[in-house]
């Protein structure tokens, strides 16, 4: 019988879902101990491109981590760093911010911070902190999902395959189970022409139940079928073998991180970023071969009542950045990861009337990082606005460049071409 | 694109794609009918049938939420109008709105209300009643768009993911129908939409070439004589019920779909109808069935009623990907092997084995699971073609006939459609 899965199911309302659930993952022994941990540790083959770049020597490329936060829905550049002149207030009578309100720092010049993002100043003044202002594609597009798709193809829209996803398909080895990971939903960016990243939504769930045995389960991806969604959903099982049982090993210090988030009525937790940053925390620091994780979270598409909605999202980043490097620093392992934060487009400079503003264009990056070079590149220009909107001033292929630099990814055949009129890698 | 159906395998078809699936029994009755009495029998129009939500109190700070989405959950399950739930719940994941942000669940609630009445009909009808929903004010923030600062969000969405699709259209056309929209609100009291004149502006709009549109009319209209939307609704259709066809037919199909729907009106039905002929010929690929038509499948052909069980399973649905009446974004769901995520896929698992425990004794699936007769055990489950060897192998390896049973649910095969 099932019973424990069968309870956790009926249980599923409140703390009786966490007690089941842990209940039924301790019965569990893993079929194998998977073998494949030591490959991400192994030297890069892409040696001519780790040369050409400047990063500390004491951590090889194939130890270094990328983390990518996904700002979905379009994050409110101007509200985010807002400029310190021009029109930005005129054109925001509700919902500019005070500007006694706008946190300062010498290292962002022109320009200061949300004060939700009030705790990132101390990143900023240790150098560990870069904003990339204006950042966008030529000829920008206001849908939500020619732009999510621009962003994470690097503008190949012929390329079925995100820009990490043909960096995964370029590895001459698989990755651990958990070497590419989203957290939260599934990271497009990361989606390979054959590799895939592993999902985790929720790490209390991520088991399967008691009574099917690992052994079972991979028994369903064997042999492969012909049928291409037979053999993607095949693949899937047996990757997700892979995944939970690599999982076990760092599952008790992620779920500890994950326990004390508080869930909605409909099972949505809250603060998305401090979790999923927590959880990108432990997996760096538990061994299993992570090599990049997604952190993605929606709800930035603010077209009405834009001001607690953002200023509780951003501070929910801020809390999620704040205690990401704490962990990594205590563990002394900090110098190892490069993140950065996407959004698919910035928003219209002139609010509309529902006070929050409408699709715009260009956005603003944060990228951080112990080997980077700091400070402010771009601007946030309302004075030479396109219809209503902020051009681009930094192309994400520059982004994307340095973080395919920092991975020891080969530039050229990835994005096409190198990106690198801006340096942003130290 | 599949070879010649035989009975049993064009009913199970028809079912588990315009339907929810049968209970095994009922599936062995259809069978018995044939596949055009019973292709005839699922369009037929539907009897009068209870308001799922009928007496329910949907305080969203008391569990109203949850109330609402399991009364729906609880509909599809027990339903003995199958195809029209079915559209219902297609429609939801294109004409999108979510409780996410719409608070207020009876305001979902009419919405899909509204699908439930006219779904079938007139489409620019349904674009109208749509422009006007409250919860669609809400969600895409109609409600506060006015003459002065008119939000964009509905006109994009309208153009880009209701009614013509990308590339269609230029941001002036958006600008356009969000300045004639502008002056309806959603009145949080009563149970209607009311227009404000002064939020109003009344100016003469040019959209998609149209002069003079200021009003929801005349914006319906201009959308829907566009000569892109026959076929954004032809593929929308195509989509969701005959799978993402091999650009060898495509064409064809959209072709012939859009001229049915032009011939009739503009009604959607009698497009899902021609769709449905055209899979049986033959027009048709494997689709993944999403989380909510997979775990109802499931639930009907084992015979669980789970009313009770639905009220605890928000989790479950959540990490599967799929909460009913809380799509994730404007554009709805995600499609094909995006559902094959690690996360996904564990959660489904997990459903399944919880499906399974509930399933009871004598039910067919289990007994066929019991006997080990793993041919009749797909057969229940209206499946195409027996099991693989790797399914087979993975269900002998389970410890008893319930582990059999729930690795059956979740098997690859039974993950498509």
């Known amino acids: 019988m099932i019973t424990i899965s069968r309870r956790r199911f009926l249980a599923l309302t409140g703390g009786l879902l966490a007690t089941g659930c842990t209940a039924s993952r301790a019965t569990k022994t893993p079929d194998a101990v998977p073998g494949s941990t030591t490959t991400t540790t192994s030297t890069p083959t892409t040696t001519g491109v780790v040369t050409t770049i400047a990063t500390p020597p004491e951590v090889a490329a194939g130890d270094r981590v990328l983390v990518l936060v996904e700002l979905r829905g379009g994050n409110d550049a101007v509200n985010t760093l807002p400029p310190l002149t021009g029109a930005y207030r005129d054109m925001r009578p509700t919902i500019a911010l005070p500007e006694a309100d706008v946190v300062l720092t010498g290292s962002l010049p022109g320009h200061g911070l949300h004060p939700s993002l009030a705790p990132l100043t101390t990143f900023a003044e240790s150098g560990r902190l870069a904003a990339l202002a204006g950042i966008g594609f030529p000829d920008p597009d206001r849908s939500h999902f020619v732009s999510m798709d621009r962003w994470a193809r690097a503008d190949r829209l012929d390329e079925q395959a995100g820009w990490l996803g043909r960096w995964l398909d370029s590895l001459p080895d698989d990755l651990t189970a958990l070497g590419a990971t989203s957290l939260g939903s599934r990271g497009d960016v990361l989606s390979g022409a054959v590799r895939n990243p592993t999902v985790i939504d929720d790490v209390d769930a991520f088991a399967f139940p008691a009574d099917l045995s690992n052994a079972s389960i991979r028994l369903l991806g064997d042999p492969l079928s012909e049928d291409p969604l037979l053999a993607a959903a095949q693949r899937a099982f047996v990757d997700s073998v892979g995944a939970i049982e690599e999982f076990d090993a760092i599952a008790d210090a992620v779920r500890a991180k994950a326990a004390d988030r508080p869930a909605d009525d409909l099972g949505q937790q809250r603060g998305a970023f401090s979790t999923g940053l927590a959880v990108a925390a432990e997996m760096i620091l538990g061994d299993v071969g992570t090599r990049v994780v997604t952190v993605s979270v929606a709800g930035f598409d603010t077209h009405s009542d834009q001001l607690a909605t953002h200023a509780d999202l951003l501070a929910d980043l801020a809390d999620g950045l704040t205690g990401f490097w704490a962990t990594l620093d205590a563990a002394g392992e900090a110098d190892r990861v490069l993140l950065a934060t996407t959004s698919e487009f910035g928003r219209r400079v002139r609010e509309n009337a529902s006070s929050g503003c409408d699709h715009g264009a260009a956005g603003v990056s944060f990228l951080m990082g112990s080997s980077i070079n700091d400070g402010l590149h771009g601007a946030l220009d309302t004075s030479n606005l396109l219809d209503g909107d902020l051009q681009a001033q930094i192309d994400p292929r520059v982004l994307f460049t340095a973080c395919l630099d920092w991975l020891g990814g080969d530039v050229e055949q990835i994005l096409g071409r190198r990106y690198d009129d801006i340096t942003l890698l130290a | ?417």
């Open chain 2, 1 to 417: 694109m599949v070879d010649a159906m035989d009975t049993r395998q064009a009913v199970g078809w028809l079912h588990r794609r315009a339907g929810f699936g049968l209970h095994p029994d009922d599936l062995d009755a259809a069978v018995a009918r044939g596949t055009d009495a019973e292709l005839g029998r699922l369009l037929a129009p539907p009897e009068a049938r209870p308001d799922p939500w009928d007496g329910l109190d949907l305080d969203p700070m008391d569990g109203g939420r949850i109330e609402a989405i399991v009364a729906w959950l609880a509909r599809m399950i027990t339903t003995t109008t199958p195809y029209a739930d079915r559209r219902t719940w297609n429609l939801h994941g294109w004409l999108v709105s979510s409780m996410d942000k719409v608070n207020q669940p009876i305001m979902m609630v009419d919405q899909i209300r509204m699908f439930m009445a006219q779904g079938g009909a007139s489409m620019p009808e349904l674009l109208r009643a749509l422009t006007t929903d409250r919860a669609m004010l809400v969600y895409l923030d109609g409600r506060t768009s006015t003459g002065e600062a008119p939000n964009e969000n509905y006109g994009r969405e309208l153009l880009e993911l209701f009614a013509l699709g990308v590339g269609n259209y230029t941001e002036d056309d958006v600008l356009a129908a969000a300045r004639a929209l502008t002056g309806w609100v959603a009145n949080p009291r009563g149970d209607e939409s009311i227009f404000v004149r002064f939020r109003h502006d009344d100016a003469p709009q040019v959209l998609l070439g149209v002069n003079g549109v200021h009003d929801v009319d005349t914006v319906i209209d201009a959308v829907v004589n566009d000569p892109a939307h026959p076929r954004f609704v032809a593929r929308r259709v195509a989509t969701d019920y005959l799978g993402d066809l091999p650009d060898d037919v495509l064409p064809d199909v959209l072709d012939d779909l859009a001229s049915t729907y032009t011939a009739a009106g503009m009604e959607l039905d009698p497009v899902i109808a021609r769709a449905l002929r055209l899979g049986l010929d033959g027009a048709t690929v494997p689709i993944v069935a999403a989380p909510i038509p997979w775990l109802v499948t499931c639930m009907r052909a084992c015979g669980v009623p789970f009313q009770r069980a639905l009220r605890s399973a928000r989790n479950a649905l959540r990490e599967m990907g799929q909460i009913p009446l809380v799509p994730p974004s404007v554009a709805g769901w995600p499609s094909g092997a995006e559902w094959f995520t690690s996360s996904s896929l564990v959660a489904r698992t997990n459903v399944a084995a919880a499906v399974a425990g509930e399933t009871a004794a004598g039910q067919p699936v289990l007994v066929a699971a019991a006997d080990g007769d793993l041919d009749r055990l797909a057969e229940h489950l209206a499946l195409p073609e027996p099991f693989s060897a790797g399914t087979r192998a993975a269900i002998r390896s389970a410890p008893d006939p319930t582990a059999r049973l729930a690795l059956a649910l979740v098997c690859p095969e039974n993950l498509l459609s």
